[in-house]
């Protein structure tokens, strides 16, 4: 993993991130969440400096006398990234499989929950469904790390293991039973995948319907190609056999444009942690 330029990025994006933060914004995600994160209280007589955002035009016009709304702050975001690990992940360009592009995306969140007191739940799914509890910062990064190099999908060098054996990828339903588990009001739902084979249809319909999930489609120049002219693995000259040579990536749909503009595309040779962020402004 890139950690490092995952860290650049986050200083290059801070200022524009934040600048229009304020007291009412909840977490990176302000701009998909509707309302201003905060819960009503009471109303209180309007006094000389207060926001006039707040007055409460209704009783205004009743009473001929300002009040304004005051509000609790709701609670912090909490950001469940589901990240698909499956063999066909492990295609990618020049050396970045998409599996290390969605790895870096979490990563890039978990720096990003930690500037506005957010937290990210990960989810990693492949040929078991790997839960990752809610933390932030570079805690949430160590600890991410730790359990994919315990399962094998990175090495200890923070490189992706294209020469791990999978057993039989988890079925669909579990797949679905698991993300619609973490679907609350109070919980953004990132989807990191190249959707090759990670739900049906129909199931991904239901998923979009819901506001608060956010669908990121990492392609590799593979999966966008009319002929296969190169290795199927991110990697030059992968050791070993894989299944991943059996998949037909041949005759895909445009899910772009299937399921409208809630469906994001990030390619590995671009910019893909940049273009990442602008997309979830």
């Known amino acids: 993993?890139?950690?490092?330029?995952?860290?650049?990025?986050?200083?290059?994006?801070?200022?524009?991130?934040?600048?229009?933060?304020?007291?009412?914004?909840?977490?990176?995600?302000?701009?998909?969440?509707?309302?201003?994160?905060?819960?009503?209280?009471?109303?209180?007589?309007?006094?000389?400096?207060?926001?006039?955002?707040?007055?409460?035009?209704?009783?205004?016009?009743?009473?001929?006398h300002p009040y304004v709304k005051t509000f609790n702050e709701e609670r912090n975001v909490e950001i469940v990234v589901v990240i698909d690990a499956s063999t066909t992940m492990m295609t990618g360009f020049n050396g970045v499989s998409k599996l290390q592009a969605a790895i870096e995306i979490c990563c890039l969140l978990y720096l990003l929950a930690k500037e506005t007191s957010d937290f990210v739940h990960a989810l990693i799914i492949t040929d078991e469904i790997i839960d990752v509890p809610k933390l932030s910062g570079d805690k949430g990064i160590t600890h991410l790390i730790s359990v994919l190099e315990e399962k094998n999908i990175i090495t200890?060098?923070?490189?992706?293991?294209?020469e791990r054996r999978f057993e039989?990828?988890?079925?669909?339903?579990?797949?679905?039973?698991?993300?619609?588990?973490?679907?609350?009001r109070k919980r953004e739902i990132i989807l990191l995948s190249d959707f090759n084979d990670f739900v049906d249809a129909d199931v991904m319909k239901k998923l979009l319907a819901r506001s608060n999930v956010h669908c990121f489609q990492i392609l590799s120049p593979l999966d966008e190609a009319k002929t296969l002219p190169y290795s199927l693995h991110a990697s030059a000259s992968p050791k070993g056999?894989?299944?991943?040579?059996?998949?037909?990536?041949?005759?895909?749909?445009?899910?772009?444009h299937e399921y409208g503009k809630k469906f994001?595309?990030?390619?590995?040779?671009?910019?893909?942690?940049?273009?990442?962020?602008?997309?979830?402004?």
């Open 1 to 64: 993993m890139n950690i490092n330029e995952v860290r650049k990025v986050v200083g290059k994006l801070r200022a524009n991130l934040f600048k229009r933060a304020n007291s009412h914004s909840i977490g990176i995600l302000k701009t998909n969440i509707k309302g201003t994160g905060l819960q009503f209280k009471e109303h209180q007589v309007y006094n000389f400096g207060d926001d006039i955002r707040f007055i409460d035009w209704k009783i205004l016009a009743k009473t001929s």
């Open 156 to 162: 200890s060098k923070g490189k992706v293991n294209y």
């Open 241 to 256: 056999s894989s299944s991943l040579g059996k998949y037909d990536f041949s005759g895909k749909k445009d899910l772009a």
């Open 264 to 281: 994001k595309r990030l390619r590995v040779q671009e910019k893909y942690l940049e273009n990442f962020v602008k997309e979830m402004r």
């Open 168 to 184: 039989e990828n988890v079925d669909k339903k579990k797949k679905y039973i698991s993300i619609m588990k973490h679907l609350s």
